[in-house]
């Protein structure tokens, strides 16, 4: 007879706050954990903004990892505020966080709420256990009239998910450590 798995939930942010203070930290380089820390997740916030370069160079993804090439991106710059405005269509975030996830933790990121309701969305891959790095997402605005993000705002909220076992590898793809 197999034993049935234990269920699990999201992380509280008790939890949250307890790994955050742990040794390596589940996040750091955040801005203000009172603003950030949520009940359910973690607020991630934008340190950078790219637009795609060339864009008669497409991204491709195959078989293997000999098949994925990633398009060019240039970094734009933000106003002596701190803002951009952005017109329609996509680009791609890097966060200011830095994500160290045990192999036991997963994760998953939702867009605020205020960026849908101004027509933009988030999209992101899944952070998995063992994943150590500073993520990026892809930002694209519908909105007609575009769109102002300034530097350090909070985007989109990690939330995060205990395994039902420990994975003995954890993440050891082409992004592991990205950004640092």
Request: no cysteine; hydrophobic share 40%.
């Given at each position: 007879?197999?034993?049935?798995?234990?269920?699990?939930?999201?992380?509280?942010?008790?939890?949250?706050?307890r790994l955050i203070a742990g040794d390596p930290p589940l996040l750091n380089e955040?801005?203000?954990i009172d603003a950030q820390l949520q009940p359910n997740g973690f607020d991630v916030t934008v340190r950078a903004v790219s637009a795609s370069?060339?864009?008669?160079?497409?991204?491709?993804?195959?078989i293997s990892d000999d098949d994925r090439a990633l398009p060019e991106s240039a970094e734009l710059s933000f106003d002596s505020d701190g803002w951009l405005h952005l017109r329609p269509g996509p680009y791609?975030?890097?966060?200011?966080?830095?994500?160290?996830?045990?192999?036991?933790?997963?994760?998953?990121?939702?867009?605020?709420?205020?960026l849908l309701r101004s027509g933009v969305a988030i999209h992101t891959a899944v952070w998995d256990a063992g994943y150590s790095g500073r993520s990026q997402a892809l930002l694209t605005v519908h909105h007609p009239a575009g769109f102002r993000i300034r530097r350090d705002a909070r985007v989109a909220q990690?939330?995060?998910?205990?395994?039902?076992?420990d994975d003995v590898q954890g993440y050891t793809?082409?992004?592991?450590?990205?950004n640092l």
């Open positions: 007879m197999n034993p049935q798995p234990q269920l699990t939930s999201a992380l509280s942010r008790t939890t949250i706050a955040y801005r203000d370069g060339d864009v008669s160079a497409p991204g491709s993804i195959g791609l975030l890097t966060f200011n966080e830095i994500v160290n996830l045990p192999n036991h933790i997963m994760a998953l990121a939702r867009p605020r709420s205020s990690l939330v995060f998910f205990p395994l039902d076992a793809g082409r992004y592991q450590g990205e």
